[in-house]
């Protein structure tokens, strides 16, 4: 009787922390370079920059994921802590509220469709660029569970 083969992949083991860390750390002090070379009239922020750095590094495999999966797992998970200030300091702004609220709530609720829309359209042109230049092979998944 041939014995079954396990069928669930092994679980790759995470970089230390302190090595996540340097990595998160790395990519920021690189955007923090990049961001002044913007022009005034388009300001990019730091953490944008270093979003865009972390997605290429992933995408082209130049960084794992395992390396830097538990670190943002725990970033993510303080994501509420990190917007108190902010919260705080809208507080601190509700006479402009009281004066411009109706025009904020227009504006907000605008923006968020604009942007919806926009990550639709980029999206659906993502997917139409990766069918066109693949034409439609294998994905990645697919790939591991073949070997």
């Not at 790759?12 to 750390?25: S, T």
């Not at 538990?70 to 994501?79: D, E, G, P, Q």
């Not at 604009?114 to 990550?119: A, D, G, R, W």
């Amino acid at each position: 009787m041939a014995s079954k083969q396990n069928s669930t992949p092994a679980k790759a083991k995470g970089a230390p922390v302190l090595i996540q860390m340097g990595i998160f750390a790395g990519v920021l002090f690189v955007s923090s370079l990049i961001s002044p070379l913007f022009p005034p009239t388009f300001p990019v922020p730091t953490p944008v920059i270093g979003l865009i750095i972390l997605y290429l590094l992933l995408t082209f495999h130049i960084v794992k994921l395992e390396w830097v999966d538990n670190f943002a797992t725990f970033m993510i998970s303080m994501i509420a802590f990190l917007f108190v200030p902010s919260g705080i300091q809208l507080t601190a702004s509700l006479g402009i509220m009281k004066a411009q609220g109706v025009r904020l709530i227009i504006a907000i609720i605008i923006s968020t469709i604009v942007l919806l829309v926009v990550t639709a359209f980029t999206t659906s042109a993502f997917i139409w660029i990766k069918k066109t230049i693949f034409h439609g092979d294998v994905t990645v998944n697919e790939k591991v569970d073949k070997k």
